[in-house]
């Protein structure tokens, strides 16, 4: 009971979001419950909005780069995204955990990304915010290189090659946020797990990265734990 009193309090306080169940985060029609982040729009009146909604699905055109926020705040959460390119191959990310705009080289919010580069999809990206992983030196490089700023080594390759479809197919992306880890699966395949994340709550973005992608899913469900597998 006193928990649950005190998650009511927390709520009405406006201090986090709490899922009661499965959401899309997007409804099909518009942007409600995003804001956009996109420096170029902010001196250029003629810059385009490179977010929009295509025959119910939510599209990155990739340029001008920046960001579609969330207006929300989440914690202990499992994102499903099903995505391909629509083009060339190319970038883009869903990053968690996200607060601070244009954080780092004026553009990207204070977060952690996680990576959906084609064939290298499942890295993680340290945006002024950390992770740990196994085999860190390995996987990020020596450790007098790590860093989560510009210049530094802030990328964290994932686990596996090759569990990604061909570009034009659907690929799916799952993200588990718990406390201080974070899982993902491209696939169904675990592509990367790490740990003592400095953030544990903040918003969701999808960026706009260079490359246009289509996603035609992307929901959100609170969880009580990491999936084991």
Not at 99 to 117: G, N
Not at 132 to 156: A, C, F, H, L, Q
Not at 160 to 169: A, I, L, N, Q, W
Not at 189 to 212: D, I, P, R, W
Request: with cysteine; net charge negative.
């Amino acid at each position: 009971m006193k928990i649950t009193v005190t998650l009511v309090i927390l709520c009405l306080l406006g201090q986090f979001h709490v899922l009661a169940q499965t959401q899309s985060l997007f409804n099909g029609k518009d942007l409600t419950g995003w804001h956009v982040d996109v420096p170029e729009m902010d001196d250029n009146p003629g810059a385009i909005n490179p977010f929009v909604i295509r025959k119910g699905n939510l599209v990155s055109l990739g340029t001008p780069q920046g960001h579609l926020i969330t207006d929300k705040e989440y914690s202990n959460f499992r994102i499903e995204a099903v995505y391909r390119f629509t083009g060339k191959p190319g970038n883009c990310g869903i990053l968690v955990h996200a607060s601070t705009p244009r954080s780092l080289y004026d553009m990207f919010p204070k977060s952690i990304e996680v990576q959906m580069m084609h064939e290298n999809a499942g890295d993680f990206w340290c945006i002024v915010e950390d992770i740990e992983v196994p085999d860190m030196i390995e996987r990020r490089g020596p450790k007098d290189k790590w860093g989560i700023t510009e210049g530094m080594n802030r990328r964290i390759l994932n686990l596996t090659d090759g569990s990604e479809r061909p570009v034009g197919k659907w690929n799916k992306l799952a993200i588990e946020c718990f406390e201080d880890q974070i899982k993902v699966w491209v696939n169904g395949t675990l592509v990367n797990h790490g740990f003592n994340a400095t953030a544990t709550k903040g918003h969701v973005a999808v960026q706009a990265e260079g490359s246009e992608v289509t996603f035609k899913k992307l929901t959100i469900k609170p969880i009580q734990e990491l999936s084991v597998n």
